[in-house]
């Protein structure tokens, strides 16, 4: 319902609202996208560090918005690759840092303290979605058709397994599962070379 040229230019000047904004615990605001813009600011000592950043955060930001929009996974690898760009970058910033240059000094450890805002908030969402799970563990075949069964949102799962063998027990406790190769619904996965 949006022109596209409208999307482009908000994820372009508003990040947090694409898929960079599954980095934030909250409903991500514009503060999300400047403490983004900001993280990468440390990289300036290694110009070719930040353009990176800066390029992949922009482009990332556009295919979510206008193409296929992706999910916390897909920050979180972006996210990574910062941190690889400031350990990449490291011996730069260091050098710059005992100098007289007190605002460069500054600068680099604004932008150190925004990154690892967004590294407390990557702690946050895991130790929510391990409060989520809490104590449904998988340990036999048995134990995932009662999870399955636990969670109405999974009442009618396709499972799929790869290799398909390793879901053979489960139609014994829940629906068959999707054999890929057969292209149908059944409880047992063919074996190759086994004539019946």
């Known amino acids: 319902m949006t022109s596209p040229v409208e999307l482009a230019l908000s994820a372009l000047f508003n990040p947090a609202i694409t898929t960079p904004g599954a980095l934030f615990l909250a409903k991500p605001i514009p503060i999300g ?3 983004l813009f900001g993280a990468m600011l ?3 000592a ?3 560090a930040f353009l990176a950043a800066l390029i992949t955060l ?3 930001s556009l295919i979510s918005n206008l193409a296929s929009v992706g999910g916390e996974r897909h920050a979180l690898v972006w996210f990574c690759f910062c941190l690889s760009l400031y350990w990449i970058s490291w011996d730069r910033i260091a050098d710059c840092l005992p100098g007289n240059k007190h605002c460069v000094r500054m600068r680099w450890f604004a932008s150190a303290a925004l990154l690892v805002i967004i590294a407390c908030q990557q702690v946050s969402l895991g130790l929510n979605t391990a409060a989520l799970v809490g104590g449904s563990r998988v340990e036999s075949s048995a134990d995932l058709p009662r999870l399955i069964r636990s969670r109405p ?3 009618k799962a396709t499972i799929v397994a790869e290799p398909e063998y390793l879901a053979e027990a489960l139609p014994y406790y829940i629906n ?3 054999l890929t190769r057969e292209h149908k619904f059944g409880t047992c996965a063919p074996r190759p070379g086994l004539q019946w």
């Open 33 to 35: 996208s400047l403490i």
């Open 42 to 44: 440390g990289r300036l």
């Open 46 to 48: 290694r110009p070719a």
């Open 58 to 60: 922009l482009v990332f």
């Open 153 to 155: 949102e999974l009442a």
């Open 176 to 178: 068959p599962i999707y």
